[in-house]
């Protein structure tokens, strides 16, 4: 990708020190993660995702929920950061002071190199109590990441590889594990429809978009609120946004600039505009 957008864009982002990266679901969509509203398949393309992202659905029917928020997580396990995720990364590497926001619940940002990006709407990596807020350990029927190394050691395999831990269970409805302290059933650790976003990582996120000197938004519709008001408070404080979109968003209009394009095309070359010496992963 070239052209003078990205020149101007590259240019915003080697000037600044203290930059912003807001993510959403279109950037984990291109490692083959559904968006949200894109996740039903097999069996549970009868359900609505709306339907069982709520307390009352959990409520109702924990396993089910329970049950779709593993099969979600699994497929997540199988899918890879792509290079916009290690381009974020290549960013607060040469930045250290970049801030990484995200919309997602997967955790391809921290496999992509981002350590502790800012989660507002939870993870699915996180599960807790539901009635205790209790923290409670990943089952342990998941697979391994994508991309794990075998062992050291490990026979090149012959054939088909042979299985690693238990064989994965099948969709469907799966009682949830009972909390260790209270004994009350685990949940999701997403933010459900009707929820408030978790207050630490709001105030996070918004502190640091009004201290920012450059916001740089990825694959996110801006039509998910109230995440989709950080970028405008970084605009509203004299902050240039810069937009990573394959598609016009409502964002367009405070932009600084806008790039069209997938961000596993785009954020490398911004990152080569900005540093051409910078491995952009």
Do not use: K
Not at 129 to 137: G, Q
Not at 188 to 208: I, M, Q, T, Y
């Amino acid at each position: 990708m070239t052209g003078p957008e990205l020149a101007e864009a590259g240019r915003l982002l080697a000037a600044a020190r203290r930059p912003v990266v807001f993510t959403g679901a279109g950037m984990s969509a291109e490692s083959g993660v559904p968006t949200f509203r894109d996740a039903q398949t097999g069996l549970w393309q009868r359900y609505d995702p709306q339907e069982l992202a709520t307390p009352a659905a959990f409520r109702a029917d924990p396993a089910l929920v329970w049950g779709w928020y593993e099969a979600r997580r699994r497929g997540v396990r199988r899918a890879l950061p792509n290079p916009g995720h290690r381009a974020v990364a290549a960013i607060q590497a040469r930045l250290p002071a970049t801030v990484v926001i995200t919309q997602n619940v997967d955790d391809l940002h921290e496999r992509g190199g981002v350590p502790a990006p800012v989660r507002l709407h939870g993870s699915l990596f996180a599960p807790r109590c539901s009635a205790c807020a209790r923290p409670a350990p990943l089952p342990s029927d998941l697979p391994p990441p994508a991309g794990t190394p075998e062992p050291r050691g490990t026979p090149e395999p012959r054939g088909e590889p042979e299985p690693r831990g238990e064989p994965e269970p099948q969709d469907g409805p799966l009682t949830p594990p009972a909390c260790a302290g209270c004994g009350a059933p685990v949940r999701p650790g997403v933010v459900w429809f009707g929820e408030a976003l978790p207050s630490a990582a709001l105030d996070a996120a918004v502190e640091a978009a009004a201290g920012c000197d450059l916001l740089l938004t990825v694959g996110t519709s801006a039509l998910v609120h109230p995440a989709a008001e950080i970028p405008l408070v970084a605009a509203r404080l004299g902050a240039p946004v810069v937009q990573v979109n394959p598609v016009p968003t409502p964002l367009d209009a405070i932009c600084a600039v806008n790039l069209r394009g997938p961000a596993g095309e785009v954020l490398p070359a911004l990152v080569r505009a900005a540093w051409p010496d910078a491995d952009a992963g």
